[in-house]
């Protein structure tokens, strides 16, 4: 009894201290998401000590808690080798793919998917141009493939405007499909507010080149690849993917 009631007497003094601490987070939190212009739901405290995972749309950095420093990188676990910082990663990054709907991007999907890829594309591209002659063989493997536009030349470019072209035109795939053939698409104008937006989400995500393929887990696979082995990356992923998506 005496063991028990000094175990209950820690804990009793240990509680005030737990609350303050708590307190003192809560309170970082805030300023820092009024500093970020953030929520204060996308800042959370990380496994270090007086640094703060900040979530900003598909992206994860951390910051000091006098919101003076901000640190790009993983943190990574040296006991198991586990990187903490790869998960909410991925999540982010699907969090902020849902945000965007399916009418926003060019969708090519067999009737039941397996799997589907969100795909970042440049109409002047190479090896995009050979992914589209691959896609009709990935629908045929059980793989859907959404195509979000991302001219690498940016804004005001002969890329931007044949996205834009695209996109407007009455037949979008078959629009699409013509200039991935080499095909110049006709001008056409209307509301191209997904060219921008798949634009802007390739930027946060830092994309320098294409085609870059985001897959179900939040992965992003960097470069062109056979449909085989782009199958077999997916089925294997897919196997050791986790029950309960973060």
Avoid at 103 to 125: E, G, N, R
Avoid at 191 to 202: I, N, P, S
Avoid at 206 to 227: A, E, K, N, S, W
Wanted: aromatic content about 6%; overall charge positive; hydrophobic content about 45%.
């Amino acid at each position: 009894m005496k063991r028990v009631a000094a175990l209950l007497l820690v804990g009793t003094m240990l509680t005030p201290a737990a609350a303050a601490l708590a307190d003192g987070n809560s309170t970082a939190q805030a300023r820092l998401a009024k500093q970020l212009g953030i929520n204060s739901t996308d800042v959370v405290v990380s496994p270090i000590p007086g640094l703060y995972r900040i979530t900003i749309g598909p992206q994860i950095v951390y910051v000091s808690a006098d919101g003076r420093y901000l640190v790009r990188g993983d943190i990574i676990n040296l006991q198991n080798g586990d990187n903490l910082t790869v998960v909410q990663r991925d999540a982010a990054r699907l969090a902020y793919l849902r945000q965007l709907p399916p009418s926003s991007m060019l969708v090519f999907a067999p009737p039941h998917p397996k799997q589907t890829l969100t795909v970042f594309t440049d109409i002047d591209c190479h090896y995009c141009r050979v992914l589209e002659h691959d896609r009709p063989r990935l629908n045929a493997m059980g793989i859907a493939v959404q195509y979000l536009f991302f001219p690498r030349a940016g804004r005001g470019s002969p890329s931007w405007q044949k996205a834009v072209d695209v996109w407007c035109a009455t037949d979008r795939k078959a629009a699409f499909a013509a200039a991935m053939n080499g095909a110049t698409p006709k001008p056409a104008h209307c509301d191209a507010a997904a060219v921008a937006a798949g634009y802007t989400f390739g930027q946060m995500l830092g994309l320098d080149g294409t085609p870059v393929m985001l897959t179900d887990t939040g992965r992003l696979i960097d470069g062109y690849l056979p449909p085989p082995a782009l199958a077999a990356l997916l089925a294997q992923e897919s196997k050791s993917a986790p029950t309960d998506k973060p």
